[in-house]
């Protein structure tokens, strides 16, 4: 969505095609932090993303707010890691890029969360990150898009596989028919590897399913982000509290389990122990679009001119996706790009089938 809105404002006529609904996958299912869970584990690709991405959001919000009535509430609250066993790591890359993150003591991180479990001896905080809620985002986003005269939205529009004119892509093949046009650009996500395996071609984004919880306290339960043990809570600004999640690497199912269920509830109880009497409103799982490295690919796919990637961002696809979407229209309508795009082109990081 956010491929076709940037697009669509450079005066392009953008047709979106979703299976389902557009944005309900796995850009609903997130937790929708507005930052790698640890940014300082990954390569500079992935970090130049997140930080392009990260100062635009707060800006996005309040245009979608301001366009469609529709408020994605970006929320920030900073964020808390505690007992990291590379906290030196992280405050060495935090130096080295500049980042607002710096060690805390435990008493100051009790003082600024009560609700905290004890037991947790070291913290790191990173203020100024922000978290938007993801379901009113994508409805934003949506909302935006049908607005525009030169976008079209088509629902429950499955693309099977591509219309190609020799070895050039010029539209894909649907259900309803065939949809022509210049340029395909493929944001599937986590069926993004299936679709271009219809063209021979071995894309290495796979499913890895993730499963989250809700609760819902008081709107002041909890003021900050927090993170231990590879587990997370987020605030919302309602009182909502959102804690996760797995890793599983089991295909295209998305059935929450009850053992993820229990697992997730007492690393809740565990983190934020009032949660034990708190009441559990949600619990989902949905597929992220795995890839080596978690870095995405953006740009043209060699040998099959015409055709363009926007995919593979693993679990960081909400904070990477404004920057990878300006980097894919600079690239697609020959601009200065933001960034480098040399590490996420699909040049040489394709294989064949």
Not at 325 to 341: E, K, T, V
């Amino acid at each position: 969505m956010l491929t076709g809105l940037m697009l669509a404002q450079q005066g392009l006529s953008v047709t979106l095609l979703d299976k389902a609904q557009v944005g309900g996958e796995s850009s609903w299912a997130g937790g929708g932090i507005v930052s790698p869970l640890y940014p300082w584990r990954y390569s500079s690709a992935v970090t130049a993303l997140a930080h392009w991405s990260q100062d635009f959001y707060p800006g996005l919000g309040e245009r979608l707010l301001a366009l469609t009535g529709l408020d994605p509430e970006v929320f920030v609250t900073g964020l808390y890691w505690l007992d990291l066993d590379d906290e030196a790591e992280a405050l060495a890359w935090a130096s080295q890029q500049g980042r607002p993150l710096a060690s805390v003591s435990m008493s100051a991180v009790y003082d600024a969360v009560p609700v905290l479990g004890s037991g947790y001896e070291h913290a790191v905080h990173m203020s100024g990150v922000a978290n938007v809620r993801n379901p009113r985002l994508v409805k934003a986003l949506r909302a935006a898009l049908v607005q525009m005269p030169n976008v079209t939205v088509h629902e429950q529009a499955a693309v099977s596989g591509f219309v190609r004119d020799g070895e050039r892509v010029v539209g894909v093949q649907t259900a309803q028919g065939e949809v022509r046009a210049e340029r395909v650009v493929l944001t599937a996500g986590a069926w993004s590897g299936e679709l271009l395996a219809t063209l021979g071609l071995e894309l290495p984004v796979e499913p890895v399913k993730g499963q989250m919880i809700l609760f819902k306290c008081a709107a002041d339960f909890l003021p900050s982000m927090v993170l231990a043990k590879g587990r997370y809570a987020i605030p919302r600004k309602d009182g909502h509290i959102l804690v996760g999640s797995t890793l599983e690497h089991c295909g295209f199912d998305k059935t929450p389990t009850d053992e993820a269920l229990a697992s997730l509830k007492a690393s809740a109880i565990e983190l934020l122990p009032a949660l034990a009497d708190a009441e559990v409103v949600g619990h989902w799982a949905g597929l992220r679009p795995g890839s080596p490295d978690g870095v995405p690919f953006i740009g043209p796919v060699p040998g099959h001119e015409g055709l363009w990637l926007n995919c593979g961002h693993y679990r960081n696809g909400l904070v990477l996706a404004p920057a990878s979407c300006q980097l894919l229209g600079n690239l697609m309508l020959g601009q200065a790009p933001i960034i480098d795009p040399a590490p996420y082109a699909p040049q040489g990081r394709l294989g064949s089938r």
